[in-house]
């Protein structure tokens, strides 16, 4: 079992939660905000922290401190669902903490602070991915197969 903690349960975790949900072999653990309220996913489709009632139940830890979730040894990937401003010193804290980590896109302001994520990922050999998603769609990945198989021509 994959155990995920994600940061950030503002607008884009509303995508993240029910893909998690939708996983065989993975599960949500933990959900950190600084809204306490949204720590616990009230407001969500997804249900976290219920063990009955509509949608799908997430049984997770709150947390309002990402240094805390980080910390937390049963998490082994941290998804980051944060204002592009704080991905960098979130995901380096997941990363020097021995964790995967899944970041939203963009993935920083800065060419440096992107740096800084990629050295940290080397450093600890975890896997630092940005979820540039788009690229999963069908639509993008059947223009994709077109392209590769040449019957257009050569793409200019």
């Known amino acids: 079992m994959i155990n995920v903690g994600v940061i ?20 949500v653990v933990a959900l950190c905000d600084k809204d306490p309220a949204r720590a616990r996913g009230e407001g969500r489709d997804i249900q976290i922290n219920v063990e009955t009632g509509g949608g799908t ?22 998804d980051i669902c944060l204002p592009t401003f704080l991905h960098a010193d979130v995901a380096v804290a997941a990363l020097e903490a021995g964790k995967h980590v899944l970041c939203e896109k963009p993935m920083a302001l800065t060419v440096a602070e992107c740096d800084r994520m990629l050295a940290a990922a080397e450093k600890s050999g975890r896997i630092l991915m940005v979820a540039h998603c788009i690229r999963f769609w069908p639509e993008y990945l059947a223009l994709k197969a077109e392209i590769e198989s040449g019957k257009l021509g050569k793409l200019l």
């Open 8 to 27: 950030g349960a503002g607008g884009i975790a509303g995508a993240h939660l029910p893909a998690y949900a939708a996983l065989d072999g993975v599960q």
């Open 57 to 78: 139940a997430v049984q997770a830890k709150a947390y309002t401190d990402y240094h805390e979730l980080v910390a937390d040894p049963e998490i082994d990937v941290v």
